[in-house]
């Protein structure tokens, strides 16, 4: 296996610079994994594809304004992004800037807080130590971190969460969910089929290309995610009877993955318990899933990791085809994208 396995043509236009309105007028391609097939569809039609009893999981992790702008004491313009909380007081980063080594001390704009550059991790990852915690200042320094292949202005910040976002903690947004509004998740709900929530809060990492040859020596990054006691609890009663448990996302698939992994008491009753911890898992083709029956998510990246995981579900000639099918037939690609359903 070669990362470049996992590579494929998308030219620029097909990148969505803005999203869909309403959000669920999103389009969205259905994937029989089994036999390849496909169907074309809109997305607050997928009703039509599930039945009373299977579960939706979805990821409600907040996408928090983590993009800082600050300048060196000697006067270079610094751009820092949040990504992972280490204490109260201490984030790892991702630098924009020259001479961002260690010691260097930093002011943010708006009247933030001081910070210093305390450890230079690899690439342009920082561990950057504030003078106070930063979270109180977020709302009025913050800016929303858009990934760097949308170069539209976001009019609206709320565009970039889901409806049901609560935790914040994210980079980025958990976007296969952006297509839900709540008047969908009520009928859904209605038509008899369950919700349940987990929260993974959302690096960076999971969005970028990798670079090496061999896909096997990538180390992916920690990411924290959690699901609480009434989610393994909606998971396991939903195996009882025969419900699907269906991953809001890639995010979600990982966490419950990981979930089942931390899981010492499963059972034929017990599928999978609580787990609240660090993730790192990393999913190639050859994993065998124990836990998600099927999958909403949206069109990735080439050479990430997140196509590769689709590609362990749905088989890689599957996910290829079925991309070269969406670019003729006009999908929209990436976070303001379009989705897919894969059965």
């Known amino acids: ?15 969505a610079q803005t999203p869909k309105e309403p959000r669920d007028s999103s389009a969205l391609l259905i994937l029989q994994r089994d036999t390849g097939e496909l169907e074309h569809t ?11 009893g299977d579960l939706l999981v979805l990821n409600r992790t907040r996408v928090i304004p983590a993009r800082l702008l600050a300048r060196k004491q000697s006067g270079g313009r610094v751009e820092l992004l949040l990504l992972r909380r280490e204490d109260t007081r201490t984030w790892e980063c991702l630098g924009g800037g020259k001479g961002l080594k260690a010691g260097v001390r930093l002011l943010l704009d708006e009247n933030g807080p001081e910070a210093e550059i305390v450890e230079v991790l690899d690439g342009a990852r920082r561990m950057v130590r504030f003078a106070r915690p930063i979270e109180l200042y977020l709302p009025r320094i913050g800016h929303v971190p ?63 290309p990798v670079t090496e040859d061999d896909p096997a020596t990538h180390q992916i ?18 195996r009882q009877i025969g419900g699907r448990i269906i991953a809001v996302g890639t995010t979600s698939v990982r966490t419950l993955e990981s979930a089942i992994d931390q899981s010492s008491v499963v059972s034929h009753e017990s599928l999978v318990a609580p787990f609240s911890g660090s993730t790192s898992l990393f999913i190639t083709p050859g994993y065998q899933f124990r836990i998600v029956d099927a999958m909403i998510t949206n069109f990735h990246l ?37 989705a897919m359903f894969i059965l």
């Open 1 to 15: 296996m070669k990362i470049s396995d996992f590579d494929y043509d998308l030219p620029l236009s097909y990148i």
């Open 42 to 52: 809109v997305f607050y039609s997928i009703a039509k594809y599930l039945y009373p």
């Open 146 to 208: 858009l990934p760097p292949y949308i170069h539209e202005p976001l009019k609206n910040p709320e565009r970039y969460q889901t409806v049901y976002a609560r935790d914040p903690g994210s980079a980025a947004a958990p976007t296969a969910g952006l297509h839900f509004t709540p008047r969908l998740l009520d009928d859904l709900q209605a038509q008899g089929v369950k919700l349940a929530y987990v929260t993974l809060h959302v690096g960076l990492d999971t969005f970028a």
């Open 221 to 238: 990054h920690t990411e924290w995610c959690e699901l609480l006691p009434e989610t393994a609890d909606a998971i396991n009663q939903a």
């Open 302 to 338: 080439p050479r990430s990791t997140l196509i590769m995981l689709v590609s362990a579900f749905a088989g890689r000639e599957n996910i290829l085809h079925a991309y070269e099918v969406a670019k003729r037939e006009k999908y929209r690609f990436f976070s303001f994208g379009d």
